[in-house]
Every structure is written in structure tokens, then in C-alpha cells.
């Protein structure tokens, strides 16, 4: 895995990477020590092989390393924890993905 560097805004809700110079961001929430991954952007513009599941990842060990749950609401979120099962003790008791 390349580690990308992570940002976490609070203020606009959304983890950031900057890569080329563009903007890549995970829009979240987060409730009762649950994070809920809601969105995940990606312009086209950035065209680097495997950086969304670098990103995903980056973002899935930085709340890791908090100690919180996920819960992916995003539909790419969720298909990659499906494919990426070590992942499957982040989620919260009786999610299922």
C-alpha cells in the first residue's frame, strides 16, 4: 500500500488528499464514536493506478488509529470492504456489508 497523506477537515466534514495538485476528499459524519463515510470524490483528472484504494485505505487506518467504527453509506466505500475483509472489525456490531 502507498500511504497517502490524510487530512481530516472537521469544519467541511471530509477527510482531504491533495494529488497533482487536485483535490481528493471522503465526505463524512460521525456519532456515538461511529464515522459514517458518505461520499467519496475523485476527480478524473487524477488518473494514478490504485490511488482510490490507497486513499480508502489511508482514511480506514487513520480512524482505525482512533479507535472509532465505520460505517460506509458510500456505495464505493462498502464494495471496497467487501473485496478487503481485514477490514471487517472496524465495522460496528450487526453491520453488515
Known amino acids: 500500500m502507498n500511504e497517502v497523506e490524510i487530512i481530516d477537515n472537521s469544519f467541511l466534514r471530509q477527510f482531504e488528499t491533495t494529488i497533482e495538485g487536485i483535490l ?10 461511529k464515522v459514517f463515510l458518505t461520499k467519496l470524490v475523485v476527480p478524473e483528472e487524477i488518473t494514478k493506478e490504485g490511488f482510490k484504494e490507497d486513499f480508502i485505505k489511508s482514511v480506514l487506518h487513520h480512524i482505525q488509529e482512533q479507535n472509532l467504527r ?8 462498502a464494495g471496497f470492504l467487501r473485496k478487503n475483509r481485514q477490514y471487517k472489525e472496524m465495522l460496528p456490531v450487526g453491520i453488515r456489508i
Open 70 to 77: 465505520v460505517v460506509p453509506t458510500s456505495p464505493q466505500i
Open 24 to 33: 481528493a476528499k471522503i465526505e463524512y459524519s460521525s456519532q456515538e464514536r
